[in-house]
């Protein structure tokens, strides 16, 4: 049986194909057409699944939409018309889009699909639900959703057993912890819905000197980690932006233009909305297992990417284990819908070992073939070296020892935010200059944000204080203390972004500035080859830790194919770039400008 989820015309559109309850395809839109965060219906993520599993359209059993159009409709009618006239403008943007299309889905779907099946449409947090806890590997535990808005929840917390999810409680919209935070990704002066990373990666930089401020002014926060938002300093129920005049005055200035330098001001802000989202994520935790009883707990939403949160539920919270969704976004709604149709709806039966999720290392999208890259190689003209399977890592990690940066394409492309060692920028997390080089010189975004590292999982505790696989890399945990360097007086005394250039560990390009780190653990399981590689870094140079980023530049996202791979190369600083078994060295290069098909890309883009 083929059900196909689909998510859609917020942010990060996606599909899924799930056939007989194992996932066998997921992808984002914006892969495809290179619009970062597109929203738009996913055509091109829907033909890559439906090729995948070698069917079409007409062949499915089900389709599944992450969420129901019609509540969320009644959800934005209700909310203009309680603000209005203040709220016209927006009103008008919003409405002729509803009306075309989006009131229309089923009617849509069957058409864009060529289908005349059945569709389902489950709740927003349902999806997020399912996501969270089908494709866990837990048999029984309970699950909290927490984002934006979806119809009308923001946050939602309930039971997950064998093959259904009960949702016990729910926060409604507007108040949300998810537009709290993205109230200040606006008001510091980042984007939306993507600058929220920078938020949180720019919170060590900080004091929380205004935590107490948002928890007495902007927020009555209970016990259990329920919560209000005093609507009086905010503006997305009907405006154009996050926040108001009165959020200013209370703040003390306008909001931060974006491109312009981040003051300390804006990384206090920083600190203490998230100090204060931990604080609400802890919490709620504690209240979900005094209600539930249960040892494991799953997590998905936009906010369960916050990974500074959830490696302070696992070190703090009460529970044993804690899974996240990796796509916890509104990408990973399309699976959830559909995970939710196979096991909740069909009623089919789960099983879960506790150990394995279904997720299959989220390596879930487009794979290209040595042939197919040698194919691309050879029609562009385009130098390279071949390599053995036995010579590739060997002499990818002697590169890496050299401290040259290198674009890692490898495999099938990861589902969700994060490269996960398919389509990834290594280089040596023991290097001082690397953070600095790949931020200003290969990803072209602000100086400040942290790297991840990559560690071969059987090495993590000797590096960091966490005992538990963290494959996805959303987890935060602490630098252990064995590796860490003491600051001298005068670097203590380091304020805001000079703080960057002080070397805090034996592996200072992954040690953030308050001495953490976002760890992605490997294991040969799951990545045979990317773990190999990292293996014999650790033979050879005595260290089992990488820098692991997204392949991709600001702005864009991460590479799918070897011809955004090729492009992204070419357009920064990086060293080499290895495909398949293909090495290609930046010096044997042709500049692009001197190629007029590149030229008209350019162009296109």
Known sequence: ?????????????????????????????????????????????????LEAGEI?????????????????????????????????????????????????????????????GKIIFPEHHESHAASAF???????????????????????????????????????????????????????????????????GLAPYGAPKYKDLILSALMDLKE??????????????????????????????????????????????????????EEVMLRMARHIYKETKQKNLCLAGGVALNCVGNGRILREGPFDNIWIQPAAGDAGGALGA?????????????????????????????????????????????????????????????LIAEQKTIGWFQGRMEFGPRALGARSIIGDARSPKMQEIINIKIKFRESFRPFAPSVLREKSSDFFDIDSESPYMLIVAPVKENIRRAMTKEEQGYFGLDKLHVIRSSIPAVTHVD??????????????????????FAERHKCPVII??????????????????????????????????????KENQKPLSNDINWLKKFEND
Not at 79 to 102: D, E, V
Not at 153 to 164: A, D, F, R, V
Not at 518 to 534: F, G, K, L, S
Request: hydrophobic share 35%; net charge negative.
């Open 1 to 49: 049986m083929n059900i196909l989820g689909i998510s859609a015309f917020y942010h990060d559109s996606a599909a899924c194909l799930v056939r007989d309850g194992e996932i066998i395809a997921a992808a984002q839109e914006e892969r495809f057409t290179r619009k970062k965060h597109d929203f738009s219906f996913p055509d091109n993520a829907i033909k890559f699944c």
């Open 515 to 536: 001495y953490s780190a976002r760890v992605q653990t490997v294991t040969r399981e799951d990545n045979p080859v990317y773990y190999e590689m990292i293996e014999k």
């Open 548 to 585: 692991n980023t997204s392949f991709n530049v600001r702005g864009e996202p991460i590479v799918c194919t070897p011809q955004d791979a090729y492009l992204c190369f070419m357009r920064t600083n990086m060293d080499y770039l290895i495909m398949g078994n293909y090495l290609l060295n």
């Open 338 to 398: 559909a995970l939710f149709v196979w096991y909740q709806y069909l009623d089919n039966q789960r099983t879960s070992d506790s150990k394995k999720d279904s997720m299959k290392a989220s390596l879930l999208g487009p794979e290209y073939s040595n042939e197919q890259i040698l194919q691309y190689l050879n029609t562009n003209n385009i130098s390279y070296t071949e390599l053995s399977p036995e010579e590739m890592p060997v002499r990818i990690a002697d």
């Open 56 to 116: 079409n359209g007409a062949s499915l059993d089900y389709v599944a939409f992450y969420d129901k159009p019609f509540i969320k409709f009644e959800r934005i009618l209700e909310t203009y018309l309680a603000f209005a006239p203040s709220g016209i403008r927006s009103f008008m943007m919003a409405i002729p889009l509803w009306i075309k299309q989006k009131l229309w889905m089923k009617e849509f779907i069957k058409k864009q699909l060529n289908y005349e």
């Open 224 to 277: 259990d980690g329920s919560f209000k938002l005093n609507m009086k300093y905010f503006d997305y129920c009907a405006g154009l932006t996050m926040t108001n005049k009165k959020f200013e005055k209370l703040f003390g200035g306008p909001p931060r233009k974006p491109e312009s330098n981040v003051t300390q001001r804006d990384m206090d802000l920083a600190r203490s909305v998230q100090d204060v989202t």
């Open 134 to 200: 089908f494709a866990s590997p837990f048999p029984e535990a309970a699950f909290l959703t927490i984002d934006g808005v979806g119809e009308w929840t923001t946050t939602s917390y309930g039971i997950g057993e064998n093959n259904q999810i009960q949702i016990l409680s729910e926060i409604h919209f507007p108040h949300s912890l998810g537009l709290l935070y993205s109230a200040f990704t606006y008001y510091t002066g980042f984007k939306v819905n993507s600058g929220e990373y920078k938020v949180m």
